[in-house]
């Protein structure tokens, strides 16, 4: 007998099999689940079959029904883990008599919802023992090492199977993705530029032209984006890619033509809406964007960040407008007096009139810990110290785990000149929020002023080691370990990682001159050096790493425009700098 697509053809060729089959379905009808029947028959094993794929296909209906309604409750996890145990057991049963693809995926499945990751993997692996080149099986066990961060060993899975099925465009499409994902963009587009152009699909073209883009192939993405849209024009993310390069291309009026035409999809339209209010303010037509929000949905989400993004870009008057609906409605939402207290302080220049703002927040609202930290801010900038020590307190409080209150009892204290309170408050700070890389930051910066250099070391170290992408910290590491002329290969390769992350930040820049500098890349720190003084052109300390590398270039002249570049931007160690001006004039 011959079960397909598990089992779903059911013949039976007994008298003993229709006895057994309508008392199983009598059952059903009573208590709508399938049990044991209270004497065992002797069954033939086709019959056990036909049987063992009933009874699993009731605990896998009961299955989806308990997920459907939501694992909610201790009992409904109870419930439903020992409804997979049963299920397994029934269904190993049938995949050791008459194996499938399709009950492989099953046992896998239940595996997988159970997060018993191991177990659904191993299924894939025995399924694929079996039917060595399924898509399905092969497609589900690459996702199984995704989700556990392994990305090779998924990719491996897959051009594993492409090197002895490589015309399948599913799985081809799946692995340029996790390429990708990975920002591997070389690798997916030379899996996708080989597709033949009449069979790609609009997702083709969509990933086609992700990788190009990632690769900076601009204009080669913005034509496989409209070729996206062109056989899919419901494609929304290839309609948003297409207006972001236009944005970067500084085309806007394209960018704001394809923002127009997105607003016809209902799920983004708000955000497409805010995006064109943010491209409006960017052209300087605040007139437009306040249209723009104005037609559009009155919900406090959109109209908060409308009201951020006219702040953002300092329209105050516009953002108040904005806020101005906020008011119609009762109560009135603390949002409206917390925006309203950034309009009276930055707009209208008026610290007293924003703490009037603030004060209307009540203690239970969301906004009341950013309102504390703001009005803290505001009493330290109108000098009563003692009251912005008060609400700090109040803040560490009610808020131990908010980093901020900590950070601004330090600003406090180093402001009125006391540095021991202000690192007493950052150690605090370290202890309440353990490893939170702003206060581990100024804690470093706090030793290095105290002349411990391996402490400052330490706690940037510390910030790396969790926050692998910091990149004042990898700058810091990178540029204290060229100062002292030490591990200056590794000095290296955490400002190129700052840089990367950074490009145009010019202390950065400067690292990078330094460390090239120590290490006598003479040439190369002379080109980061120019970079690094137009972006910071009144720094004293990277006019007087200038000079130091204009003279290693053998270039005099420009080594005294350097020093004296330094001394006008009142450099800390002037003598020293004089010393050296002194020294090129002999």
Known sequence: MTHSNGICKIIVTTACTLILLGMLFLQGCASKTIQQPAVKLPLSSEAQLTYDYLVYMDYRSRLGQLISSGLNSPQALNEAAIIQKQALEVLNRIIAVEPTIQLYIDKFAIYWTAQRLDEARATLKEGLEKY?????LTINLANTYIVDNRSRDAEAVLKEYLHKKPDDLIVSTHLARIYLEQKKYAQALDILKVIPMDKRTSRIHYLHGKASAGLGLTKQAIRSFHKAVEINPELVEAWGELAYLHEQEKDYAEAERIYYKMLKFPDISSHIRLRLVELSLKLNNPEQALRLVLEGPRNNGFLLDAAQAFLSAKFYGQASTILDIFAQQKPVPDAYYFFKSSIAYE???????????L?????????????????????????RNDEALEVIRLGQEKFPAAANFYLLEAALHSTAGDLALADEALLRGNKNVPDNPDILFQLGVSAERNGDVEQTIKYMEQIIAKHPDHADALNFVGYLLADRNEHLDRALVLITRANK????????????????????????????????VSLRPKQAELWEHYGDIALSNGKKAEAVKGYKKALKFNAKNKAEIQKKLKDLQK
């Open 132 to 136: 060595p080149l399924n898509r399905d």
């Open 347 to 357: 707009g209208e220049d008026d610290p007293a009139k924003a703490l009037e703002y």
């Open 359 to 383: 004060n209307k927040i009540k203690p239970e609202s969301e906004h009341f810990d950013r309102s504390l930290q703001f009005k803290a801010h505001l009493l330290i900038d109108l000098k």
């Open 501 to 532: 992350l950074e490009p145009d930040n010019g202390y950065i820049i400067d690292s990078l001159a330094w460390v090239n500098y120590r290490m006598g890349n003479f040439e190369e720190a002379w080109k980061q050096i120019n970079r690094a």
